[in-house]
T-cell receptor, first 116, second 110 residues
Framework: GAGVSQSPRYKVAKRGQDVALRCDPI?????LFWYQQALGQGPEFLTY????????KSGLPSDRFFAERPEGSVSTLKIQRTQQEDSAVYLC??????????????FGPGTRLTVL | GDSVTQMEGPVTLSEEAFLTINCTYT??????LFWYVQYPGEGLQLLLK?????DKGSNKGFEATYRKETTSFHLEKGSVQVSDSAVYFC?????????FGTGTKLQVIP
């Protein structure tokens, strides 16, 4: 595809439900990032993959958050037992492995999660 | 750790006015610096970037210069348009992850 895609675009969950958010990076991009953007704030780093390896998960706010990228392409961010404070836009980004765009992360449109 | 501080908004300007949005950063090493823009209802888009000291990034009439001595990367545009209304994020990239500021909302009125 032309860009990073995410699904669903919107998700409403009841408190305590588990959710799964999907990210399809740009083809050929080995690096993939997840960010959380609370209302009125800038995105905050959650976790980073290089291919299938999760190299940094220091931003995950609790052990209810889990991310995977088993085949080094599509990634899923899972949130277990959702809480109201998990309500945010979850952004996925991928990065070119080389070239002039190496430093740039390309962002998807995000998934807006609302926990009731 | 890394951090980015940018001026709080909202900023309201008349069309053709001069724009400055201040951004300062704290980082170890030599980060790359970015401005991202988020138009209403859309995702984050890279506006411009600079990868080393004294580099000037520019795009769509916007400019920002990487000032290592003042650890700043202020965004400027000489004449704003209504279509520039958006939220602007200053950001830095250290080793891998990107650290963002809180965003500055710009509203340009005709």
């Amino acid at each position: 595809g032309a860009g990073v895609s995410q699904s669903p675009r919107y998700k409403v969950a009841k408190r305590g439900q588990d959710v799964a958010l999907r990210c399809d990076p740009i083809s050929g991009h080995v690096s993939l990032f997840w960010y959380q953007q609370a209302l009125g704030q800038g995105p905050e780093f959650l976790t980073y993959f290089q291919n299938e390896a999760q190299l940094d998960k220091s931003g995950l706010p609790s052990d209810r958050f889990f991310a995977e990228r088993p085949e080094g392409s599509v990634s899923t961010l899972k949130i277990q037992r959702t809480q109201q404070e998990d309500s945010a836009v979850y952004l996925c980004a991928s990065r070119s492995p080389s070239g002039s765009s190496y430093n740039e992360q390309f962002f998807g449109p995000g998934t807006r999660l609302t926990v009731l | 750790g890394d951090s980015v501080t940018q001026m709080e908004g909202p900023v309201t300007l008349s069309e053709e006015a001069f724009l400055t949005i201040n951004c300062t950063y704290t980082a170890t090493g030599y980060p790359s610096l970015f401005w991202y823009v988020q138009y209403p209802g859309e995702g984050l888009q890279l506006l411009l970037k600079a990868t080393k000291a004294d580099d000037k990034g520019s795009n769509k009439g916007f400019e920002a210069t990487y000032r290592k001595e003042t650890t700043s990367f202020h965004l400027e545009k000489g004449s704003v348009q209504v279509s520039d209304s958006a939220v602007y994020f200053c950001a830095l990239k250290g080793y891998q992850k990107v650290t963002f500021g809180t965003g500055t909302k710009l509203q340009v009125i005709p």
